[in-house]
């Protein structure tokens, strides 16, 4: 998890993950919204289930405190050393730029791509993040590219080069550059239930503060009870 300034944020993740497989996308919506505390039950449950798979050893290479010391860009190079020094990883679309050159993805290949499982029977749900874009000047230039933007079509450019997974639900997959991509692409498409990461929709207060360093205090081993305690603080910060 480490990150300079932002370590804890792939934390953050894992607890937005199991909040949606746990509990559902109501409970996600709520929780989000600062409906449901992160000292409820289920805010609990979800971190609980974290730890169970984080904090026991030999379910993490080189045990819980190398979640505080690795890099969270550099997690996924144990993985292809020889024998591999882990099996799967949670990690972003961004973690295409870290592959070593020649590794190959894909079913017949040495890596694939793959939603985190779900904690029950049910189709796996997808937590998301993304690039916003937003006009600061009514210029005729600004108000004719947002449009041009939201257009599925003005992304396959982009999607060719590589660094794009579109949001749209008809976008050609064939226009993605990369079987990585592709892959992913049809992971969103296909996802019955999607959610947008959720720190980033709560109050940088909490999102990118308490959040971050809750993460980092439970790993640490501060004991639960105040870990949430302090999270949910953020919210009377004062901050929005």
Known sequence: MESFGATGWSGTDWIEDLVLRLHGPEVYDQWTAGAVPFTDDLIRAAFDHFGEITLHPGRVTGGPRSILTVPALEE???????????????????????????????????????????????????????????????????????????????????????????????????????????????????????????????????????FWEGMINYVAGLDLDSVLENIQAGYDSGSS
């Open 76 to 210: 996924i190079a144990p993985m292809f050393e020889d024998p591999p020094g882990c099996l799967p990883t949670r990690q972003a679309s961004f973690q295409e730029g870290n592959l070593p050159a020649d590794v190959t993805v894909g079913p017949q290949g040495e890596v694939d791509v793959l939603a985190l499982p779900p904690v029950n029977d049910e189709k796996p749900p997808l937590l998301t993040s993304g690039e916003i874009a937003a006009a600061f000047s009514p210029s005729d230039e600004a108000l004719k590219l947002i449009p041009y933007l939201a257009d599925p079509r003005s992304g396959e450019p982009w999607a060719e080069i590589g660094g794009y997974i579109s949001p749209h639900l008809g976008f050609d997959q064939t226009a993605y550059g990369t079987e990585f991509e592709r892959r992913l692409g049809e992971l969103v498409a296909e996802a019955e239930v999607v959610r947008f990461d959720g720190s980033d929709l709560m109050p940088p207060a909490v999102g990118t503060g308490t």
